[in-house]
């Protein structure tokens, strides 16, 4: 038995899972994300804010007690699309060897996707492959196609979190501003289409809290549910309903839905969009969601 401590930190929120790797199966301990939104105006800026890494330090304290609580035997944390693009990256660097005595690694995007994809597919079924997965995140959303090991990848610099700032800034958004976000989202697809081929895909699997939490509106669920939301299926129809639903939502609304985290009002509608555009651009009729991601895979790369 190995027992790990993987860590995502993405541009909205950092997450921690504490696991034990068992001859091939994973027992989890603890489970937990917070929002920190550590790409708070880095599409803007360059930089990460003063505030955000304060935020995130905040955060890893904890998160640091509970791996030494839990008896961690390693430890990876990995940092993504906010941090990859930010020209105090250094500044972050220090703060997280100082608080979790770990270097974060700041991957790519090629990296970013194959953990994704490791964490996703690993418990489904090959005969359901190829499986194209589509991970949205908080600055950059990464497709990936493979059945047990990669065949291509792409990430592009369309998230919840950057598509907000950039386009959706009334309350609701206009219909001006949604179409400025499509229109970002087309450019995207644009670099998709070249280097990924979907059309080999069987099964489409969404991840991230976007997908997720689309899921549970769709669903209907009394809270958020992360049984009920696993492995569920969704129509291009549904999400299509469900986005268009949140993005004519006040962030009051928003907010009153009670599967909604709260670190997620402001940005569900830019989410919700992303995957809409995708299934709808990309000519995709259902979407497998899982609760299972990169989180999962960076556990699993601790392994032997």
Request: charged letters at 20%.
């Amino acid at each position: 038995m190995t027992r790990v401590a993987a860590l995502d930190c993405g541009t909205n929120s950092l997450r921690l899972l504490v696991t034990d790797l068992v001859d091939g199966t994973q027992s989890d301990l603890h489970r937990e994300m917070r929002i920190v939104r550590l790409g708070e105006g880095v599409d803007r800026t360059g930089s990460l804010a003063p505030q955000a890494i304060a935020r995130t330090r905040e955060a890893l304290v904890d998160y640091a007690a509970t791996c030494r609580e839990l008896g961690a035997e390693r430890i990876r944390m990995v940092a993504t699309s906010a941090t990859r693009d930010a020209s105090n990256r250094e500044d972050f660097h220090a703060m997280v060897v100082g608080v979790l005595g770990a270097e974060p690694e700041v991957i790519s995007g090629v990296e970013e996707a194959a953990l994704s994809f490791a964490g996703a597919t690993r418990a489904l079924d090959p005969a359901a492959g190829p499986f194209l997965v589509l991970d949205i995140g908080g600055g950059s959303t990464e497709l990936v196609l493979g059945t047990e090991a990669v065949l291509a990848s792409r990430s592009v610099d369309i998230g919840c979190v950057r598509l907000t700032e950039r386009q959706l800034h009334s309350d609701p958004p206009t219909d001006d501003e949604v179409a400025a976000a499509v229109a970002d989202i087309d450019v995207a697809i644009a670099q998709i289409r070249g280097a990924v081929p979907v059309d080999e895909a069987t099964t489409v699997v969404g991840l991230a809290g976007s997908v997720t939490t689309v899921a549970a509106v769709a669903l209907g669920l009394p809270a958020y549910d992360r049984e009920a939301i696993h492995l569920s299926r969704l129509s291009a129809a549904a999400v299509a309903a469900v986005s268009a639903e949140l993005l004519a939502m006040t962030r009051a609304e928003r907010a009153a839905l009670p599967v909604m985290h709260p670190g997620r009002v402001d940005v569900i509608g830019a989410g919700a969009l992303i995957l809409h555009t995708l299934l709808d651009r990309l000519d995709l009729s259902e979407v497998l969601v899982s609760e299972a991601d990169i989180l999962d895979g960076i556990a699993w790369s601790l392994d032997g």
